[in-house]
């Protein structure tokens, strides 16, 4: 029990990063746009609370002639918190960059990659895309300390879905699977291991006359046992959490996102809620 608090908190950063609540995945936007994002989110689990600071950036490109993403993500996290694990006091503080995301997402159905001109008469039906998503281990990591705001592995996150337009709604399905490497620096030199984690997430999202939008998500989360020098900690995971996010545009080119997201169910009790606020500019675009 004690190695399976520890991994809790070790990873929890990492947890959270690899287990996002995304609306619109898989979306079409005019090819050369490019997003900057930035923002701050804030996760409490008991006493345990993740602030992190993030910068996102996103360039939209031709894939084979439908329309593609490739984002980066630089997020800074502080982690802090107290708890009990028998008669043992689990105390949590560290700060510092957490690990970079870069994901890369190409539609392979229904969003053909358009200059800005033509996107004006586009209107989606069906998309399908697919998408590959990996952390590198840059973050702030020692050790010697039980709680770091990098993991110090990576993970590879594939993932493959679909966005169907009725009217002012989209109805998306993704699935995904989360493929962790070892750390082999856990807790000194014990190497810390984990199976695969596969999820699902659903979104109803609905689209106003000024392009604001609101969504209502689900996500499924199952498998990812752990394990220390090949001993098992924890038994599978199995996850249910529900969120909602509302995009509200002020300008042509400025729009804030306020998130939040809150576990419904968790069989390993590391359920955690979340809230989000960002700003987002957008520019470029083919003429």
């Not at 029990?1 to 287990?19: E, K, S």
């Not at 039980?146 to 699935?175: C, D, H, K, T």
């Amino acid at each position: 029990m004690r190695f399976f608090w520890l991994f809790l908190l070790a990873t929890f950063a990492q947890q959270i990063n690899a287990q996002e609540i995304e609306a619109r995945i898989y979306s079409n936007a005019p090819v050369g746009m490019n997003f900057a994002t930035g923002g701050i989110a804030q996760a409490k689990s008991g006493t345990y609370k993740l602030t992190t600071e993030a910068l996102s950036l996103t360039h939209v490109l031709d894939v084979a002639g439908q329309s593609g993403r490739i984002s980066l993500l630089l997020p800074y996290s502080e982690l802090s918190g107290t708890s009990n694990a028998g008669n043992q006091s689990l105390n949590a503080s560290s700060e510092g960059m957490s690990d970079p995301v870069i994901k890369l997402s190409a539609n392979l159905y229904g969003a053909p990659a358009l200059s800005a001109e033509e996107f004006k008469n586009y209107r989606q039906d069906l998309i399908i895309g697919a998408s590959i998503a990996a952390s590198i281990p840059w973050g702030k990591y020692n050790s010697d300390q039980m709680i770091n705001v990098g993991a110090n592995r990576w993970f590879i996150q594939p993932g493959l879905g679909a966005s169907q337009a009725v009217g002012p709604w989209r109805f998306e399905l993704a699935g995904m699977a989360t493929i962790y490497t070892n750390n082999n620096s856990f807790m000194g030199n014990n190497t810390l291991s984990q199976n695969p984690i596969y999820s699902t997430q659903t979104h109803v999202i609905y689209y106003f006359a000024n392009t604001a939008w609101i969504s209502v998500d689900a996500t499924y989360y199952t498998g990812g046992q752990s394990y220390i020098n090949g001993a098992p900690i924890s038994g599978s995971q199995e996850n249910w959490r529900y969120g909602t996010t509302l995009s509200y545009p002020i300008d042509k080119q400025n729009s804030v996102r306020l998130s939040a997201s809150t576990g419904g169910y968790s069989r390993t009790n590391n359920s955690y809620d979340l809230y989000g606020i960002s700003w987002q500019y957008r520019w470029g675009g083919s003429p």
